[in-house]
T-cell receptor, first 114, second 111 residues
Framework: NAGVTQTPKFQVLKTGQSMTLQCAQD?????MSWYRQDPGMGLRLIHY???????DQGEVPNGYNVSRSTTEDFPLRLLSAAPSQTSVYFCASSRLPQGNYGYTFGSGTRLTVV | EDQVTQSPEALRLQEGESSSLNCSYT??????LFWYRQDPGKGPEFLFT???AGEEKEKERLKATLTKKESFLHITAPKPEDSATYLCAVGVTGANSKLTFGKGITLSVRP
């Protein structure tokens, strides 16, 4: 049982480059979300989805795009990378309604923009 | 605006020295309060969900409690393997599964 799989684990980008962070889950969870984690800031919500074809913005959506064409996958796209997007990115999923189980998180992608 | 504040930011304990971590919250309507553990270089791992004031949950050396304004994570006789960052998050009614996280408390337990 893989849970939530994120790729890549590490990435270095140059300012202005674009890339896609991949997230896949095999638990048939309806809800999926992307957070970024920065020192002293905690986890902040970027975008989330409550099902295939449905996405919405979180607290810090600027500079990021998402789409959800299947239940399993929820990629995060950086359109034009900036140094301020240097962070650790986590994908998380859960059932709807959430119940007692909280989120299942991936292991994270550490992104450095130079 | 929903807010979650965790204190202290960091805590160093001697093995066997019991203590408590605090999570205070301000939300329009609490759907649930969640505790997670995060080890360095890994994603957060779910520990507990609490729904109403007075509720308590336990797991090994950890016990989580909830009041109308705050939650405590009590650690009894901690061991070095309990060293981690502990995250608190709140879910708000009407907000689907969105969670708002605190900044976390880094716990170090010395042998």
């Amino acid at each position: 049982n893989a849970g939530v799989t994120q790729t890549p684990k590490f990435q270095v980008l140059k300012t202005g480059q674009s890339m896609t962070l991949q997230c896949a889950q095999d638990m048939n969870h309806e809800y999926m979300s992307w957070y970024r984690q920065d020192p002293g800031m905690g986890l902040r919500l970027i975008h989330y989805s409550v099902g295939a074809g449905i996405t919405d913005q979180g607290e810090v959506p600027n500079g990021y795009n998402v789409s959800r064409s299947t239940t399993e996958d929820f990629p995060l796209r950086l359109l034009s990378a900036a140094p301020s997007q240097t962070s650790v990115y986590f994908c998380a999923s859960s059932r709807l309604p959430q119940g007692n189980y909280g989120y299942t998180f991936g292991s994270g992608t550490r992104l450095t923009v130079v | 605006e929903d807010q979650v504040t965790q204190s202290p930011e960091a805590l160093r304990l001697q093995e066997g020295e019991s203590s408590s971590l605090n999570c205070s919250y301000t939300v329009s309507g609490l759907r649930g309060l969640f505790w997670y553990r995060q080890d360095p270089g890994k994603g957060p791992e779910f520990l507990f969900t609490l729904y109403s004031a007075g509720e308590e949950k336990e797991k090994e050396r950890l016990k989580a409690t909830l009041t109308k304004k705050e939650s405590f994570l009590h650690i009894t006789a901690p061991k070095p393997e309990d060293s981690a960052t502990y995250l608190c998050a709140v879910g708000v009614t009407g907000a689907n599964s969105k969670l708002t996280f605190g900044k976390g408390i880094t716990l170090s337990v010395r042998p």
